[in-house]
């Protein structure tokens, strides 16, 4: 069955080190959304892409990460350089959009970051 | 701006039970409310959503939720509890014609045996 991946689904690194996170939407969602999430803070809203395009990256720290979508199968989270108050686990989301505001997410099974 | 309140962290029902998590929201217009499940390391599950019309809503594992306008909240139900729904459930709202979802903070479910 269809369903979001995301890889690693583990990374240690050291503070400083760059850290890529990648996700391959399910076939056909043309919206794409990237969470944080940690106890303190619960579900944080990153990015969203909708058709590769990105709508809404308010919630990103921008002097550090960033988010692309190369093509509709493959959407990246980079942080560089990295900060230990950067680990969480990191979920992308995928949807069907078409102006269906409707429409559930499905996600991924998530990226498990340790910045030490 | 829309916002969903879970005023429950933590939530304790006997196996057999009925259970209940809470949720309100506000939101501009007509809202689009889920729930999600999210069982430890794993990423979170859809259960089931309300568009429209009648105000009880029947999703997966035998969960329903009831949209209550008056009140802007959309509780989650089931009539009798398993250990195995014990998990964090996360209620969202999304406003029409809105771009991102808001999801509350989660309540942490335990079905004691």
């Known amino acids: 069955d269809a369903r979001v991946t995301q890889t690693p689904r583990h990374k240690v690194t050291e503070m400083g080190q760059e850290v890529t996170m990648r996700c391959q939407p399910i076939l056909g969602h043309n919206t794409v959304f990237w969470y944080r999430q940690t106890m303190m803070q619960g579900l944080e809203l990153l990015a969203y892409f909708r058709n590769r395009a990105p709508l809404d990256d308010s919630g990103m720290p921008k002097d550090r990460f960033s988010a692309e979508m190369p093509d509709a199968t493959l959407a990246t989270l980079k942080i560089q350089p990295s900060e230990p108050r950067d680990s969480a686990v990191y979920f992308c989301a995928s949807g069907a959009s078409g102006g269906r505001a409707y429409n559930e997410q499905f996600f991924g099974p998530g990226t498990r970051l340790t910045v030490l | 701006a829309q916002s969903v309140a879970q005023p429950e962290d933590q939530v304790n029902v006997a196996e057999g039970n009925p259970l209940t998590v809470k949720c309100t929201y506000s939101?501009?217009?007509?809202?689009?409310l889920f729930w999600y499940v999210q069982y430890p390391n794993r990423g979170l599950q859809f259960l089931l959503k309300y568009i429209t019309g009648d105000n009880l809503v029947k999703g997966s594992y035998g969960f329903e939720a009831e949209f209550n306008k008056s009140q802007t909240s959309f509780h989650l139900k089931k009539p009798s509890a398993l250990v195995s729904d014990s998990a964090l459930y996360f209620c969202a709202v999304r406003a029409p014609y809105g771009q991102n979802f808001v999801f509350g903070p989660g309540t942490r479910l335990s079905v004691l045996p």
């Open positions: 939101v501009s217009g007509n809202p689009y």
